[in-house]
């Protein structure tokens, strides 16, 4: 009797546990979805008070198209240095953790730039000084993009093996971005700018409050203390990038960025100076990129993946070069003949063509997994998306070149279609020397049977 007493004990003892087992990882699942949530939702966001800097810089410092771009472009260089964050928050712990003080130091760096932005009045802020509080928020703003895809980069590996984790992550960044472009495009006339600063200084100052107020031991992840300090760790990643199979593609990808001179900011000044297009359509126009973004995603998983990479890759980069001699018909004036009104062609074909740039990504990013030894997974993409921010900025620096080479100021746009068709033959460059992108991973050869 006192035996059948005891098993029962026991029993109810192991069922009570497996239940607190289960409530504790379902209560860790809802904080990391909370902190990830709002985390990419904040990062696609960005592009609300980024939307009122374009503005302020245009109107309050009247500056010219090529300086816009070159702050634009010299305020994402923090955005190189991306490799050294990851190793740094996968070798260094800050109070036993080393995520969540990461994500919350990058939220409160971005929040102090954007509230010192805010607070400075127009008349008397120099040009160096908002460049500095810029580079100051896209700091913070790549701190908390590593910090943020290091938690879904071991969650989705044993033993968590949360799969879905990728797809909230992209959903909860492309919802940030699309309310993001909406609010930034409604309000941009009807907000002072700093008004905008401070709003989004507050979602940030809210994101480092929530960010602190969790424990990393609450959300399961593995706890897993950096074995190698970090010269062993960049060593192995140069081991890594000696493979040719997976150098040459990256370089390629690079150099598909780097030597299309981007014109955003001749563009910018075109449509709201020359076009006098309002903000709003600017706004719905950015709406529409995030949502194609979204749709991309979906498409691609579920019908593209089979693609050879090569393949997939190079219409992309054909169809973005279709697309820019679309824009210098655009300039020239060929669609208002036609009878299709400047705004509609702005919100659907320039709000497409924004976000064409970054279709490549997601194919290169599954390649680049699949290519990738066990083991270098996080310095390996840290290491591409930092050359791809790098591609970007040499990008902005030649379209500066280039649309000075034809002329385009404030008010002359008369060489603009020009500057565009050699967009647009540079755009197709890359597609010549496109053998460096794999058809796709070889077929192991099988093992032989005993």
């Known amino acids: ?37 709002l985390g990419f939702w904040v990062q696609g966001f960005r592009c609300f008070p980024w939307m009122a800097v374009n503005f302020f810089l245009k109107d309050g410092f009247r500056l010219d198209p090529a300086t816009l771009q070159i702050l634009q472009n010299s305020a994402s ?8 964050y990851g190793l740094v928050s996968d070798s260094f712990y800050l109070f036993g953790q080393h995520r969540i003080p990461y ?54 590996k044993p033993p968590t093996n949360d799969s879905d984790l990728q797809s909230f992550a992209w959903v909860a960044a492309s919802i940030g971005g699309i309310s993001g472009n909406f609010l930034g495009g409604l309000f941009v006339d009807r907000l002072y700018s700093q008004t905008m600063f401070l709003v989004f200084g507050f979602i940030l100052t809210l994101q480092f409050f929530i960010t602190i107020s969790i424990s990393e031991k609450s959300l ?24 040719p199979e997976i150098l040459r593609p990256i370089l390629w990808l690079a ?15 075109y449509q709201t100076q020359y076009l006098s297009i309002e903000s709003s359509v600017l706004g719905v126009s950015k709406v529409f990129g995030q949502v194609t973004m979204l749709l991309w995603g979906v498409v691609y998983n579920r019908y593209l993946k089979s693609i050879p990479p090569r393949k997939l890759i190079s219409s992309i980069q054909g169809t973005l070069a279709v697309l820019m001699l679309s824009d210098a018909l655009f300039v020239n004036g060929f669609y208002r003949r036609l009878g299709i009104h400047n705004s509609v062609y702005v919100v659907f074909v320039s709000g497409f063509l924004e976000v064409l740039y ?42 500066v ?26 755009t197709v460059l890359p597609l010549f020397w496109s053998s460096c992108i794999p058809e796709g991973m070889k077929p192991e050869p099988e093992k032989k049977k005993n």
Request: charged share 15%; hydrophobic share 45%.
């Open 1 to 37: 009797m006192a035996t059948e007493t005891g098993i029962k004990i026991e029993s109810i003892s192991k069922t009570s546990n497996d239940s607190c087992n289960k409530y504790d990882k379902q209560s860790g699942k809802r904080r990391r979805d909370m902190l990830l949530g």
């Open 77 to 84: 260089l923090p955005m190189v240095a991306k490799p050294f």
């Open 103 to 156: 994500i919350a130091g990058g939220a409160l760096l971005q929040a102090i730039s954007w509230f010192a932005i805010a607070s400075a009045p127009p008349s008397t802020i120099s040009f160096f000084t908002i460049t500095t509080y810029l580079l100051l928020g896209n700091l913070g703003a790549s701190i908390v993009e590593v910090a943020n895809d290091a938690v879904v980069t071991e969650c989705v």
């Open 220 to 243: 399961g992840l593995p706890e897993k203390h950096s074995l190698h300090g970090i010269r062993t760790q960049v060593s192995n990643l140069f081991m890594v990038l000696k493979r």
């Open 255 to 269: 150099a598909s960025y780097a030597v299309i001179p981007a014109l955003t900011g001749s563009m910018f000044y």
């Open 358 to 399: 970054m279709f490549k990504i997601l194919p290169f990013n599954v390649l680049m997994a699949k290519l990738c030894p066990p083991g270098c997974e996080g310095s390996l993409m840290a290491f591409l998306m930092s050359t791809v921010a790098l591609a970007f900025i040499v990008s902005g620096y030649f379209g």
């Open 401 to 426: 070149a280039l649309a000075s080479y034809v002329g385009v100021t404030v008010t002359n746009f008369s060489g603009f279609k020009k500057g565009l068709v050699i967009q647009a033959v540079c």
